[in-house]
């Protein structure tokens, strides 16, 4: 009889062991992140002692801690001292190399939409990526950009072109059928054909984007445009009469069109873009880059984890190419004060800026440059909080994604960043990173930094 007691009680207390690593390995699975000042994103004044529970990719709650409670075995992160923003999204990149994706996670850009690039080749990662095969962040991806002829600078493989309306109608089906999340169109592509291509995208519920110069941004809001890139198309527009449609192609940004806006106009233009709901990608970065001098570049400390491919590419770049761009430096930097003054007065109205570098433009390394951008933003008259909102909260807007990213909010993907100072008292804090979490997972800065620099100097 005895022995029979025994027996059960031990069977018993196996179960309830059974029972313990079951919920204890279920808890795992659960990250609480407890105790520092949540800047949620949304524009609201920060929580301090937060605590912000995820299970598996998305966020379960979030509160003030001590009005919910984790589960027991949990892991758990002390946050205490440090503030925790969204992760960053990045609203102009060309995704190169596989390599970007860690410059990206080491600065908390989680997510990233592609400008242009080899389709193929940026479909496959988009995919891995989002399957989880490969770490990086996510990408939206346009694949090609449309124009009526090659672009020069390496990039022709980038570029579909189409010369009529059989031609444009055909593309914009084609890259429907491979699901990209945007159609970019590009500088001298004849009005036909820019109206064209905004009509049938609208058609597959597909968001366009615009590097303008011949067709201005008032008409393309007008017809549907739903990011202006690099602020382009936006001087054309405030120009007085003049008609771009016959101006000889320009393959580069202009540095002219600026300096002779009409300012009068200024408030019209905001109307109809607030009216249609037009972002602007700022990209403050590439303005600031075309104002400097080959030394000021140079100095860039992050050049050193970039491929080196990307490293020879870009002294080419300054031996060559940036001396043609850059003959007239002042006008860039008029162009950059132009720029900023606009865009002050659209976000004064209630306009949405969206943080974007062009990454890897010569000297932009991706991560580190939308860092820059979100200080320039601040150096032009943002402030932190306006900064912050224009690489996390109106990105998601932008991209349709609002339901899964962009705020730390309940059912959200789990992205965001340990700080470990305030970024709403000085926006360079964004850049002092103990903790980046993409999907859930914890990604440890400084670790990361390491292997990059270890995984660069081997392949010196
Ligand atoms: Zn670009």
């Known amino acids: 009889m005895k022995k029979i007691a025994v027996f059960f ?21 659960i990250l609480v992140i407890k105790g520092g000042t949540l800047i949620d994103g949304t524009g609201k004044s920060p929580v301090e002692n937060s605590i912000i529970i995820i299970e598996q990719k998305k966020i379960k709650a979030v509160s003030q801690a001590g009005k919910i409670h984790p589960p027991l075995f949990a892991r758990t992160i002390d946050a205490r001292g440090k503030f925790i923003i969204p992760g960053l999204v990045d609203m102009h990149v060309h995704f190169l190399n596989e390599s970007f994706s860690d410059l990206f996670l080491l600065n908390g850009v989680t997510t990233t939409r ?46 579909a072109v189409v010369k009529n309306p059989k031609e444009a109608r055909k593309i914009v089906a084609l890259l429907a059928r491979r699901k990209v999340d945007w159609i970019k169109i590009y500088m001298t592509l004849p009005r036909n054909l820019v109206r064209i291509i905004i009509k049938e995208a609208n058609k597959y519920k597909i968001p366009v984007a615009g590097h303008l110069r011949r067709v201005d941004a008032e008409l393309a809001a007008r017809w549907g445009i739903k ?30 069109t600026w300096l002779h806006v009409d300012r009068t106009k200024y408030e019209g233009l905001i109307d109809l873009f607030l009216k249609k709901n037009v972002y602007i990608t700022a990209n403050l970065t590439l303005y600031q880059g075309l104002s400097s001098t080959p030394d000021e570049l140079k100095k860039n400390p992050h050049i050193k984890l970039m491929p080196e491919i990307f490293q020879n590419g ?12 850059t003959k007239d430096r002042e006008s860039w930097k008029i162009t950059k004060k132009k720029i900023e003054e606009f865009i002050i007065l659209f976000k004064e109205k209630g306009g949405k800026v969206l943080t ?3 990454t890897p433009w010569p000297y932009l390394v991706p991560g580190f440059s939308l860092h820059k951008e979100l200080e320039l933003l601040v150096e032009a008259g943002f402030s932190p909080m306006e900064a912050l909102l224009a690489a996390t909260k109106y990105p998601a807007e932008a991209l349709n994604q609002e339901k899964n990213l962009g705020t730390l ?3 959200k993907i789990a992205n965001l960043i340990l700080l470990n100072a305030n970024p709403l008292d000085d926006i360079r804090q964004t850049q002092n990173i103990d903790i980046v979490v993409k999907d859930g997972i914890v990604i440890q800065r400084e670790r990361l930094y390491r292997s990059l620099l270890k995984r660069q100097k081997s392949s010196q």
């Open 356 to 358: 974007g570098t062009d």
């Open 409 to 411: 909010e309940e059912g």
């Open 9 to 29: 009680s031990v069977l018993t207390l196996y179960f309830l062991i059974a029972l313990l690593a079951v919920t204890y390995l279920k808890d795992q699975k």
């Open 314 to 325: 870009w002294k080419n770049y300054l031996s060559r190419r940036f001396l043609e761009l």
């Open 114 to 159: 592609d400008m242009g690039n080899n389709i193929d080749f940026i479909i496959t990662l988009r995919d891995k990526i989002n399957q989880g095969i490969l770490q990086g962040p996510s990408i939206f991806v346009s694949g090609y950009l449309i124009n009526n002829r090659k672009i020069p600078f390496g990039a022709s493989q980038y570029t």
């Open 227 to 256: 990011t202006l890139e690099h602020t382009t198309g936006v001087s054309e527009a405030l120009l007085g009469e003049e008609n771009f449609e016959d101006a000889p192609p320009l393959w580069t940004i202009s540095n002219k």
